[in-house]
């Protein structure tokens, strides 16, 4: 057995946890052979509830986990982490404008970023979940200067494992048959899912979707908003927003830092832009195709990106820049 590892989870009472808590546990992100120690950070009026999520993960008697700790303080949550999963956050409440939920959550992510600074292991690997995720990642590791920009990431791993779903939906075959989507940008409705690079297994071998679909329109049109406002379809059918699915993603995301992509294959992961060569301004937490290995993410170069591309990645971008731009005057005053 290896050394445990400790791997906070934010937003712990939260229903996402719920469904992500038990997956870590038994051994699905980190292997079957690495013990774990987690600890759940909530806000202190939830911590009644946390205690039962405590008392359910005792009763699940998980061999991997050498100890289960729920706080709410940050000094206990943040101490030598090794992973700190992000999910907390302000969510949007009726009638909120985007820029006030940019401005609860920036205080947020200021603190957790200080605290991951402080109290954490230089070598943590923070992913955010919380939204608006890309940009709450961005301050986040702007307010923990002392942490390589290169170990932060936010989820779009979910916009992702959507896009595939919904390729391998319309040709019949099983999600895993379809890889190599892209979810360029933000994890928004501006996002943009491509799959011009995009390979499915038919009858035993690969062909690009585009070549498999035969259908240019759905794939411009309906395919892209469907993946776009999934998010919101998925509210609107169960009064609650997506959290096994989201909690499956994390999972994925996750283990692919952790082990790596497998050959021939890539993901999508918010990361710093610095040094793209697709044309996205330095400086964005913005969603690109990555291959991981050695716990280190690297940017899929030299695809092409034709007229219809440029433009969707482009919008996107502008949005991000949008949103960096307000985050960083109530971070300036925060």
């Excluded at 038994?26 to 405590?54: E, H, R, Y």
């Excluded at 301004?281 to 913005?286: A, I, M, Q, S």
Aim: contains cysteine; proline residues 4%; aromatic residues 6%.
């Amino acid at each position: 057995m290896s050394e445990p590892i400790r791997v906070l989870v934010t937003g712990a009472a939260g229903q996402i946890a719920y469904s992500l808590l038990y997956s870590i546990g038994n051994g699905s992100v980190f292997g079957k052979d690495q013990p774990i120690v987690l600890v759940l950070l909530d806000i202190t009026p939830m911590m009644g509830v946390l205690d039962g999520v405590l008392m359910e993960l005792q009763d699940c008697a998980l061999p991997l986990l050498k100890d289960v700790i729920a706080t709410d303080k940050e000094e206990i949550a943040f101490k030598d982490l090794d992973v700190a999963i992000l999910v907390g956050s302000m969510p949007r409440r009726d009638g909120m404008e985007r820029k006030d939920l940019l401005k609860a959550n920036v205080k947020i992510f200021k603190c957790q970023g200080a605290a991951l600074d402080k109290y954490a292991k230089k070598s943590v690997k923070v992913i955010v979940v919380g939204n608006p995720a890309n940009t709450n990642c961005l301050t986040a590791s702007k307010s923990a200067p002392s942490i390589p920009k290169e170990n932060f990431s936010c989820l779009t791993r979910l916009d992702h494992n959507r896009a595939k779903a919904q390729i391998a939906l319309k040709l019949g075959v099983t999600s895993d048959d379809v890889k190599n989507v892209i979810i360029w940008g933000n994890h928004s409705s501006t996002q943009y899912p491509d799959v011009n690079h995009a390979k499915v297994k038919l009858q035993g071998k690969e062909v690009g979707v585009y070549e498999a679909l035969k259908d240019d329109s759905w794939l411009k049109g309906e395919f892209i908003t469907t993946v776009q406002q999934r998010g919101a379809a998925v509210i609107k059918a169960r009064k609650l927003s997506s959290a096994m699915s989201a909690a499956k993603a994390i999972c994925d995301h996750v283990r692919d830092i952790w082990f790596g992509t497998p050959e021939g294959e890539f993901v999508s992961m918010g990361i710093i832009s610095d040094g793209n060569s697709y044309g996205i301004p330095d400086d964005l937490l913005y969603s690109f195709p990555v291959t991981i290995k050695d716990k280190t993410w690297k940017v899929v170069e030299g695809l092409p990106i034709n007229d219809f591309s440029r433009e969707k990645m482009d919008l996107t971008a502008k949005e991000l820049a949008e949103e960096k731009e307000t985050a960083f005057e109530f971070l300036a005053s925060a």
